[in-house]
């Protein structure tokens, strides 16, 4: 059996090359249409093969009617021998095909650019992402090795990205607030944040509790900003949020404002979330995403809690998450700036503030 791959304008040029190549008894195995990431054209791919053996075989036998029988016997054997390596070779093809499909572009890719493509869809990239990513690093230098190629790659995933300096660098008064979903790591990156701000400045901080819903809420906040030697409040409405905001401004450089873990689907929730908002005044917003939320969820969250202002995210919880390669296009979709990831529970080790090339790097964490 040979096989050969054939790349055309389309499938009628296609089959007509297959024909005049290999004759017209060829089998199409596949065909598939494919986009030259250089050109950004698309042109079709043909894998054809014609079982020039099973002729020959039938030839030779024909040809020789009065073989001796031990003769015979070994052509027979012969013949079953290549019939299994024909099989085998089948299914070699096949599994190639198979793992092909699943990464659509990379069979038109050199084995540099396929290896690179499949590591960003591994790592969950969109595949336009990672195409224009091929793209970009291909136009350095075609003939890149794996290793820098990953290199460049990195690079031009960090150039993209977009960060909101830490609270600790902030010179200006500042009134924060911390919104997201439930259980999202809220309060305690609040806390971290406190801590490390504590720790690195003079300021005086004030850590306020808006979480009236979680029975606790607002005392385990209260017990941890004990714990690091922080003042505390707690407002049970929106008017005594206004109100204590508005004193403490005077006194406190920097308000840190806990809320209630909302559903972003509930509308009922996020209007709540509104009147606390609103009676605020915050002048910056932290939306906390977890990490490990699929990109639709992501997407969507991001869409409800938009009408808060953003201005940063904390992507908390990446000790839990294998990959951020899908929720970091997401995020820069929505043209939002990262501020902090998070990577545990301990307080205040298991934050940092965001690093372009740190989470270029995780993004492209699962290595095969
Ligand atoms: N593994 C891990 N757990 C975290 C992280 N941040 C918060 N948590 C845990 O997630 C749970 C919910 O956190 P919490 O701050 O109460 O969430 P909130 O409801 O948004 O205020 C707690 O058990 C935290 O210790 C993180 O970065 N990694
Ligand atoms: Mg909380």
């Given at each position: 059996m040979r096989i050969k791959k054939f790349t055309a304008d389309n499938i009628k040029e296609g089959k007509s090359l297959v024909i005049r190549e290999l004759g017209e008894e060829a089998v199409i195995l596949s065909s598939r249409t494919m986009l030259n990431p250089a050109t950004g054209k698309e042109y079709v791919e043909i894998v054809a093969a014609i079982d020039d053996i099973k002729h020959t075989k039938a030839n030779r036998i024909a040809d020789t009617p009065k073989q001796e029988s031990s003769s015979?016997?070994?052509t027979e054997l012969l013949g079953e021998a290549i019939f299994l390596k024909e099989i085998s070779e089948i299914k070699n093809t096949l599994a190639i095909i198979n793992s092909n499909l699943k990464y659509k572009y990379s069979g038109s890719l050199s084995p540099v650019f396929s290896k690179l493509y499949k590591r960003l869809i591994i790592n969950?990239?969109?595949?336009?992402?990672?195409?224009?990513?091929?793209?970009?690093?291909?136009?350095?230098?075609?003939?890149?090795?794996?290793?820098?190629?990953?290199?460049?790659?990195?690079e031009i995933i960090a150039e993209k990205i977009k960060i909101l300096k830490p609270l600790n660098v902030i010179t200006e008064k500042t009134v924060a607030m911390f919104i997201g979903n439930t259980g999202c790591g809220k309060t305690t990156s609040l806390v971290k944040i406190a801590v490390i701000v504590k720790l690195l400045t003079?300021?005086?901080i004030?850590?306020?509790?808006?979480?009236?819903?979680?029975?606790?809420?607002?005392?385990?906040l209260q017990t941890m900003a004990a714990i690091v030697g922080i003042p505390f409040k707690a407002a049970?409405?929106?008017?005594?949020?206004?109100?204590?905001?508005?004193?403490?401004?005077?006194?406190?450089?920097?308000?840190?404002?806990?809320?209630?873990?909302?559903?972003?689907?509930?509308?009922?929730?996020?209007?709540e979330l509104s009147d606390f908002y609103e009676m605020a005044e915050p002048n910056l917003t932290y939306l906390v995403v977890n990490s490990t939320l699929s990109n639709a969820t992501t997407r969507k969250l991001i869409e409800k809690y938009s009408k808060f202002g953003i201005n940063g995210v904390i992507l908390s919880k990446i000790d839990e998450c294998e990959t951020i390669g899908g929720i970091i296009p997401v995020i820069l979709e929505a043209d939002l700036p990262i501020a902090y990831i998070t990577k545990g529970q301990k307080i205040p080790d298991d934050i940092e503030p965001a690093d372009r090339n740190?989470?270029?790097e995780l993004m492209l964490n699962i290595e095969e």
């Open positions: 015979q016997e070994k969950e990239f969109p595949e336009n992402y990672a195409l224009e990513i091929v793209g970009k690093v291909s136009n350095i230098n075609i003939n890149v090795e794996y290793s820098p190629a990953i290199n460049f790659a990195k003079n300021k005086n004030l850590i306020v509790s808006a979480d009236t819903y979680k029975i606790g809420g607002a005392e385990q049970y409405s929106a008017d005594e949020l206004r109100d204590i905001v508005q004193k403490a401004k005077t006194d406190f450089d920097l308000i840190l404002i806990d809320t209630i873990g909302r559903n972003h689907n509930s509308e009922e929730n996020i209007r740190k989470i270029a």
